[in-house]
């Protein structure tokens, strides 16, 4: 994978930054983009990263990264990366927010002129950032401004809006965006999810104390059939080579998997939190089969994977597709990665 991102950024952000990483090494970088949640600081942070690796000119970014997330003394690094840095690079970097006025909105001459900045050739690829995008601040006569700019870019550029939630954002803001939420402050800190993935359930009771509100649900889907798999597993110590399951076992942990996957959206539209009903899914698992972890990495490296399904799960559950659909994707990419576990003697 490229290195778009320095390691403390990836630490507090792992699902933006793989997103992002995967969508530039792949080529299919979108034209804007919707930053959702509370971290602006992380959000800052990405989008100014990803500008700094579209034009850093440094040869070797490709493997070790832009200059501008290596360490290395700022006076080392390309013109491109250093402006970008400070903010004031004239023909690849954009911020449109009211800091210097006296307004709470974004003035609609400031968008007009990016626009037509934007609108002429550039060699650069330009990156720009309205901090506040929420629709009292991004007013319509400022996003109508820059709405076919969004629509019909020249040359590669991102934009990167901020805010809160989805909700206070213009819907003709929203529709062109890819939406992509950033986990809050220190939030990696407090999922259970990420300590217990690495073998360490002897953390189970104190992080469901942390949560109180999960262990109702985790004790009722215990009970489910999708469990049977699990039980089972921790059931058989010194359990050989998986035999490949039978077609009619497939069915069956599909129909099991489905209708847990109905029991979730019917938690989250009785409005439960829907990230807690997908950690309370997680935790299920990890308290049947957490102590087995230990012992077998195969189990172990599941674990993790599941973990990473979860936020998946949950980043998409905050876009466009219906519940149903992303949840209904969650159960089955999640009895596929059981199907996939071999546990050796
Ligand atoms: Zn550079």
Not at 315 to 328: C, G, N, P, S, W
């Amino acid at each position: 994978m490229v290195v778009v991102f320095d390691p403390s950024l990836i630490k507090s952000q792992p699902t933006v930054t793989k997103f992002f990483s995967s969508a530039i090494e792949q080529g299919k970088l979108a034209h804007a983009y919707l930053f959702v949640g509370g971290n602006t600081s992380d959000k800052w942070l990405t989008v100014r990263q990803i500008a700094m690796y579209l034009n850093c000119t440094d040869q070797s970014k490709e493997r070790s990264g832009s200059c501008g997330v290596r360490e290395m003394p700022p006076e080392s690094r390309c013109q491109s990366c250093r402006w970008i840095q400070e903010g004031k690079h004239p023909s690849a970097w954009f911020e449109l927010k009211d800091s210097e006025s006296t307004t709470t909105i974004i003035p609609v001459e400031r968008a007009r002129l990016i626009s037509q900045e934007l609108s002429k050739t550039s060699s650069y690829k330009r990156v720009i950032v309205v901090e506040d995008a929420s629709q009292e601040v991004f007013h319509r006569p400022a996003a109508n401004a820059l709405l076919k700019t969004i629509e019909e870019p020249r040359g590669v550029m991102l934009f990167a809006f901020f805010a809160r939630t989805v909700e206070q954002v213009l819907t003709t803001v929203v529709s062109r965006c890819q939406v992509v939420p950033f986990r809050r402050d220190g939030e990696e800190m407090l999922g259970p999810l990420a300590q217990l993935t690495q073998g360490r359930s002897t953390l189970i009771p104190s992080c469901l104390s942390a949560s109180p509100d999960l262990i109702p649900h985790v004790a009722t889907m215990k009970e489910r059939h999708f469990f049977d798999w699990s039980r089972a597993l921790t059931a058989k110590r010194g359990l050989r080579r998986h035999d490949a399951p039978s077609e009619s076992e497939n069915a069956i942990a599909t129909l099991e998997a489905l209708e847990f996957g109905k029991m979730l959206v019917d938690l989250i539209e009785n409005e439960h939190d829907m990230n807690s009903v997908i950690d309370a899914a997680i935790l299920t698992e990890l308290q049947i089969i957490g102590n087995t972890a230990i012992n077998e990495p195969n189990v172990s490296f599941y674990l993790v994977k599941l973990n990473q399904l979860a936020e998946q799960a949950k980043a998409q559950l905050e876009r466009y597709v219906t519940k149903k659909a992303a949840i209904d994707s969650f159960v089955q990419e999640w009895i596929n990665l059981r199907r996939n576990l071999v546990v050796q003697v």
